[in-house]
Nanobody
Framework: QVQLVESGGGLVQAGDSLRLACAVSGLNFGTCGLAWYRQAPGKERELVAGITSGDSTVYASSVKGRFTISRDNAKSTFYLQMNSLKPEDTAVYLC????????????WGQGTQVTVTS
């Protein structure tokens, strides 16, 4: 059974940093594509950052240069380092994973709240 456990959210001020972590079990982590999404109240869920099994990355334009996604295959964990946070980054952040060899839609974490005050 696939499990994703998120940690690292919280309440911070604009300009601060946070690091989110998503620990994954039940999959061959090394062959997984990984991503962070976020959903703010009244808005659609959006892709924040993604990383392939080959370590290629993609970022939403709104976070490029401020956020960094990374993975630690030895720990089956991936991260989202968020710097220079802005109030508009406030959202529930969800991690997502899918094995490259799986034709399904992937699996989601439970979400962690990030709140940035001005």
């Amino acid at each position: 059974q696939v499990q994703l456990v998120e940690s690292g959210g919280g309440l911070v001020q604009a300009g601060d940093s946070l690091r989110l972590a998503c620990a994954v079990s039940g999959l061959n982590f090394g062959t997984c594509g990984l991503a962070w999404y976020r959903q703010a109240p009244g808005k659609e869920r959006e892709l924040v950052a993604g990383i392939t099994s080959g370590d290629s990355t993609v970022y939403a334009s709104s976070v490029k240069g401020r956020f960094t996604i990374s993975r630690d295959n030895a720990k089956s964990t991936f991260y989202l380092q968020m710097n220079s946070l802005k109030p508009e980054d406030t959202a529930v952040y969800l991690c997502w994973v899918r094995d490259d060899y799986d034709a399904g839609s992937g699996s989601w974490g439970q979400g962690t709240q990030v709140t940035v005050t001005s």
